[in-house]
């Protein structure tokens, strides 16, 4: 397979090692790639949510190729998010050509790219941490039966649906919420005097151009890899919001996918009745 080769590329909001994850699809990206820089925004492992009962071989394949691609002189950075937050005690690491940190920011040509998670910006997560944590659970088991319940809807030839979009686009405070980080994101990006800010967390893919009365400036936000698969692609001076399409996708692979979480979420469930 040809690679592309691209100056940058930021992703965000993997979340390896929950059921929503879609693993498999962000390794067929990552092998059709070859940039410069990586940048990995945040939300990357999932450590609120990790379970040892389920990090299948295509979540490990990930971080292997994310390995292979700085091996071979790819410069990754690696933002702390709020589900691994954890690592943020080790920030300011370099272990070749990978870099942890909690922001970056890139010199991109004549113009400047100021790179963070954005949880900063979201009180739940800053003050109230457990209501966050379990929030993220019931998304992740609102995904999980979006998936199955679309694998059911493939089978009888009728489109996907996504839940969680219909919830955020139905509720006021979901759409308020995106609204209000981005107008927080731009307000200090203006202000500080970049030309882009770009973040990740809200998992809204985005790329739109903001003003305010002290200038303007480029907001980009990377989406994820549960919903939305998508990354951004920074190349000849210009931006694009990439949206994987999977042209060889398999009804066998798409099966044995969903038995793999069902198995996996009944060993977890079985463990932890064990527990109690």
Known sequence: MKKRKIELVVLSDIHLGTFGCHAKELVNYLSSIKPKILVLNGDIIDIWQFRKSYFPSTHLKVIQKIINLASKGTKV?????NHDEMLRK???????????VDKVVLELGDKKAWIFHGDVF???VQHSKWIAKLGGVGYDYLILTNRLVNWLLFKIG???YSFSKKIKSSV????KHISDFEQTATELGIEKKYDYVICGHIHEPKIIKKENKNGSIMYLNSGDWVENLTALEYNYKRWKLYRY???NYTEDEDLFEMEDMISSQLIASLIFTEKK
Do not use: R
């Not at 950075?77 to 998010?81: D, E, M, P, Q, S």
């Not at 080790?90 to 070749?96: E, I, K, N, Q, V």
């Open 90 to 100: 080790f920030s300011d690491l370099t272990m070749g050509n990978i870099s942890l």
């Open 158 to 160: 009728t489109e996907p």
């Open 77 to 81: 950075y690696y933002i702390t998010g």
């Open 172 to 175: 006021k405070k979901a759409v």
């Open 122 to 124: 979201d009180a739940s």
């Open 245 to 247: 399409k999977d042209t």
